[in-house]
């Protein structure tokens, strides 16, 4: 369970995310869209103590994550490519990844064996360090190191940009199998709509900082957004 | 369009995160500058007249005996630090520029480079000076512009090796095993390459060679990039085969060795990290300077402290002073992730410990000038460890310069690395231990003093654990502030 009051994040006089309150309950497939600028990834940050709240509070599973650091143990992302450490084999990344959430080699061996498909042959055994893999292939890389460990919240920014369509579809069929168990939160950005409304239960509209539009997925989701966003 | 050219190049300059530092850095910089441009001169002018007082036969015979080594120093300097001119044409390739003027350009461009004007300093009042003397004007014109071409040469040599490290690093053990056979007269070089540069002098028309080897290099290289101006070619970066290494036998030190493994790797895979190592690797030698009497400054007694400091500490402070900035590119994932400072400090903090104490190894060889020598290195040894290893990673707190591992840029300092903070940080680090000595030396006696410095590293390690607890909740503190500078990458 994620709760989230008051929160307010302000650079100089500029207010670039307002939310009075939002939960996300355990479990949930939670998307996030808007524009640029909208403070998705200002969100995202705050949820994982990148960046301090102007005014109040996120928790974690009744952790104060600007507070304390117990959310860490069962929270995991992906934002952007400062995840990825550029030196290190996709192998090597995988293994810190896993050492650091108490898991051993065989533990992510496993892990990793059942994303053979995801990675379609060009992330493991490469010869090649992370820094020398093309955007898409890194982007793999990272989504998947956010699976290591058995996290109960995971937190990923726009993880469709720049995958090929074939992972595309891939991914959205590990998210759902994600959210069918029930006991994994998944929170996705993206501005894909009809990526977002096929995987998520329940969408959140951003529009300036503020949170314009908060639906439960149905089979009108989509073009409600498409008349958001086209108007 | 050459208009075109210099206005985005005066806009790179001009709007870079690093132009942007506070105005007391930048006189502090302009003042840097000016002394070694004063310092230069004053070699140029004053270099005929101390070999002439010293004996050591005509200057220009002797400037010419060792020109040799100059140049291939400089083209040594050159690969480890002057930037390619291709880094920043990728935009300009599809827009309608011809080809060879993109090329022309950023051939150009090093052209102008501080690597090439700056040796005018010493060539152009050198030259005067010959003139001035009565050395016949034709001979030194042509000296001087053989000379001149022969380091634009260098210029266009480095474009053409740059990135072939096999190539230069066996050129540079060959140049090594110059200068040792040199030093001990087995073979002497310069008798070989010395009458070359006389011959510019004696015979000015000469010069016309070097300026005809000159157009050829700059023609090749520019043929060269004009061929392989493509992104997958001369305009691809260096990509290494990479190996998937596992360190296991770290792993009995838990989750301080999985940080251990990764800083290995971060030191053996990047460039930037590398020349940081080498560097500290010749700290080593920064000591010679005192212990040989070769500078008279330094022959106080309590600089001998100084020279120990520095030798046990070269990566100390070439590695530590940097530390958080080394993981500035991945920093996020380390704040995001379960980890505790405390850990991923200590990993630094071995490894510091670890190269301090391998360096005090190799600097066993100035037992050649004396136990004093050597014990002198063993104070700064202790002391590094227990008190210098701490403050560094305190400093690094606030030093918050995105690193780059991937170039050597900057690799010589920076100038956000200087703040008021840092500074105030070196007083401990250096001022500190020589007044501790100094009290010991003028007071008791020369050993009192080394007592009292081993003592204080000694105290500072016991207070391990305290200071560490301070550290932590330093970076704690200043976590967010660094975060938002590794962002803005420069």
């Known amino acids: 369970m994620i709760t989230v009051q008051n929160l307010t994040k302000r650079y100089g006089e500029s207010i670039v995310l307002d939310i009075e309150n939002l939960e996300i309950p355990k479990g949930q497939s939670f998307g996030l869209v808007g524009n640029n600028g909208a403070g998705k990834t200002t969100f995202f940050s705050l949820m994982l103590d990148l960046i301090q709240p102007t005014t109040g509070q996120i928790n974690n599973n009744g952790v104060q994550v600007d507070a304390s650091e117990a959310w860490k143990p069962f929270t995991s992302a992906f934002i952007d490519e400062t995840f990825l450490i550029g030196y290190l084999t996709p192998e090597e990344y995988f293994y810190f990844i896993g050492e650091i959430r108490g898991q051993n080699k ?126 | 369009m050459l208009k075109h050219f210099l206005t985005l190049e005066w806009k790179s300059f001009f709007r870079s995160a690093s132009f942007k530092a506070n105005l007391a850095i930048k006189i502090f910089m302009i003042f840097g500058a000016l002394y070694f ?17 010293q004996g050591w036969g005509d200057p220009l015979q002797v400037v010419n005996r060792f020109m040799i080594y100059y140049l291939v120093g400089d083209l040594y300097i050159r690969y480890m630090l002057q930037k390619m001119p291709i880094t920043n044409i990728k935009p300009l390739l599809y827009l309608p520029i011809n080809k060879s003027k993109v090329v022309a350009y950023s051939l150009g461009k090093t052209v102008v480079s501080f690597f090439n004007w700056s040796h005018a300093f010493f060539y152009v009042p050198f030259s005067i000076v010959l003139l001035i003397e009565g050395y016949s004007p034709i001979g030194v014109i042509g000296w001087h512009l053989g000379i001149m071409a022969l380091f ?30 040199q030093y001990y007269e087995l073979f002497n070089i310069t008798v070989y390459t010395s ?62 060795g999985t940080f251990l493994k990764n800083d290995i790797k971060l030191i053996r895979r990047n460039k930037r990290s590398k020349t940081s190592v080498i560097m500290s690797f010749f700290f080593i030698f920064y000591g010679l300077l005192f212990f040989t009497g070769g500078i008279e400054a330094y022959d106080g007694p309590i600089w001998k402290i100084f020279a120990g400091i520095f030798i046990s500490g070269g990566f100390l402070f070439s590695f530590g002073q940097f530390v958080p900035s080394w993981d500035s590119s991945y920093y996020p994932l380390m ?51 227990g008190v210098n290893s701490y403050l560094v990673l305190w400093g690094g707190a606030y030093i918050k310069t995105p690193i780059d591992l991937t170039s050597n840029k900057k690799a010589f300092g920076d100038k956000q690395a200087f703040n008021t903070k840092t500074l105030l940080l070196t007083l401990p680090k250096l001022i500190l231990p020589m007044g501790v000595y100094a009290l010991g030396h003028y007071l008791i006696s020369p050993t009192a003093g080394y007592i009292f410095v081993a003592m204080a590293g000694i105290i500072g390690f016991g207070f391990r654990n305290k200071v560490f607890a301070m550290i932590e909740s330093i970076y704690k503190k200043e976590k967010y502030k660094t975060l938002a500078a590794y962002k803005q990458k420069s």
């Not at chain 1, 992330?123 to 955007?135: A, E, T």
């Not at chain 1, 995958?163 to 994994?184: C, F, M, N, W, Y």
């Not at chain 2, 260098?154 to 200068?179: A, E, R």
């Open chain 1, 106 to 231: 065989a533990d992510v061996d496993n892990l990793l064996a059942g994303f053979a498909d995801f990675f379609h042959g060009e992330i493991l055994g490469q010869k090649k360090y992370l820094r020398d893999l093309s955007k898409g292939n890194q982007k793999k890389a990272g989504i998947v190191a956010s699976f290591i460990g058995n996290p109960e919240v995971i937190i990923l920014d726009e993880p469709f940009a720049n995958l090929d369509p074939t992972t595309q579809i891939r991914l959205k069929g590990i998210i759902k199998e994600l959210a069918a168990s029930r006991e994994v939160t998944v929170l996705v950005s993206s501005h894909d709509l009809i990526h977002v409304t096929e995987v998520c239960e329940r969408i959140v509209v951003l529009s300036k900082g503020e949170l314009v539009k908060d639906i439960q997925t149905s089979n009108e989701t989509l073009n409600e957004l498409e008349v958001f966003f086209g108007g």
């Open chain 2, 37 to 53: 441009m004063a310092v230069f001169l004053g070699l140029g002018i004053g270099a005929f007249y101390i070999i002439e007082r």
């Open chain 2, 152 to 181: 634009y040469c260098n210029n266009f040599i480095n474009v053409l090796v740059n990135n072939k490290d096999s190539v230069f690093y066996s050129l540079l053990g060959v140049v090594l095993i110059l200068v040792i056979c």
């Open chain 2, 195 to 256: 009458p070359f540069f006389n011959v510019l002098y004696e015979l000015p028309w000469v010069a016309l060679l070097t300026w005809g080897l000159l157009i050829s290099l700059a023609s090749s290289a520019f043929f060269y990039f004009k061929r392989h101006m493509y992104l997958d070619a001369g305009l691809a970066g260096k990509k290494s085969l990479a190996k998937t290494e596992d360190y296991a036998w770290l792993n009995r030190f838990g989750n301080l």
């Open chain 2, 335 to 385: 704040m995001s992730q379960n980890i505790r400072y405390r850990e991923y400090l200590s990993s630094k903090w071995y490894l510091i410990i670890i190269a301090t104490v391998l360096s005090t190894i190799l600097a066993s060889f100035y037992i050649y000038f004396g136990w004093d020598a050597y014990l002198a290195v063993i104070v700064g040894a202790i002391y590094n460890v």
